[in-house]
């Protein structure tokens, strides 16, 4: 059987406490089952040990199959996450640079400027948009300056050159119910069709506007369903009332 240098360390701190024991007056009983103790509990930290490695085992071994079942070997997927890294650093620093007073363009206001920035959540990753950028209040016109935003976000996205890269766009709302009576005609379905038609309409502006194939876009709308903070303030609605584009991860989407 083989034995690791852990394990034979092991069986022979337990062969001497064997020993010890067999020696008449040299060990009490108290010792030997305190060094017992040890040992058992030693072994169940190994045990655990190797459970979690076998864990992580069949999940790599899963993982590659995956990626081999959707024709991605191993060393590809590494290029794609690390270009996906790559790319939330470049729109972090794009963010950076909206938020620099200096570096706002002269028609933008004092109050645009920390209005998208870059996240990561259980969902995935990508860019947050607050609808007050792109929007007028229950509208799906975009602004001018939600376009520029869109074009310079796509831009560093550099879609063109990352053929396997795909967008989901997703719409979000307060919880505040449409009741203005052309609004509400224009969306029966009040804020979950709100927020699905702005989603349609900058998914529109990236094909339009910015060349990115519609094949490599998606669009959802959650309406009021996955708020950020609680609806209890007019500063937390409006950070609800967003527009998030995810990078989708090749390596990891179904």
Not at 148 to 171: K, N, W, Y
Not at 226 to 236: F, I, M, Q, T, V
Request: aromatic share 6%.
């Amino acid at each position: 059987m083989h034995c690791t240098a852990r394990s034979r360390s092991l069986l022979a701190s337990f062969a001497l406490a064997i020993s010890a024991l067999l020696l008449p007056g040299c060990v009490a009983r108290k010792d030997y089952d305190e060094r017992l103790g040890e040992i058992r509990d030693q072994n169940e930290l190994i045990r655990n040990l190797q459970a979690a490695l076998d864990e992580l085992e069949a999940e790599k071994r899963e993982i590659e199959r995956q990626l081999a079942a959707a024709g991605v070997d191993t060393e590809s997927a590494r290029k794609m996450r690390e270009q996906l890294e790559a790319d939330l650093a470049a729109l972090r620093d794009l963010q950076k640079k909206w938020a620099d007073k200096e570096a706002v363009p002269a028609s933008f206001g004092e109050e645009d400027k920390g209005d998208w920035s870059v996240f990561q959540n259980q969902y995935g990753m990508g860019v947050r948009i607050k609808d007050d950028l792109l929007f007028p209040l229950g509208s799906a016109q975009l602004s001018d300056r939600g376009k520029e935003v869109l074009r310079e976000i796509a831009a560093t996205l550099d879609m063109q050159s990352r053929s396997e890269r795909v967008l989901r766009v997703v719409g979000h709302t307060d919880n505040t119910p449409i009741v203005k009576p052309d609004t509400k005609a224009q969306y029966p379905y009040g804020n979950l069709q709100l927020s699905a038609q702005r989603a349609v309409v900058v998914a529109d502006f990236l094909i339009e506007e910015c060349q990115i194939p519609r094949a490599r876009l998606g669009v959802e709308g959650y309406g009021d369903t996955r708020p950020l903070k609680e609806n209890s303030s007019a500063e937390n609605k409006a950070s609800n009332r967003r527009c998030e584009i995810y990078i989708v991860d090749p390596t990891t989407a179904r």
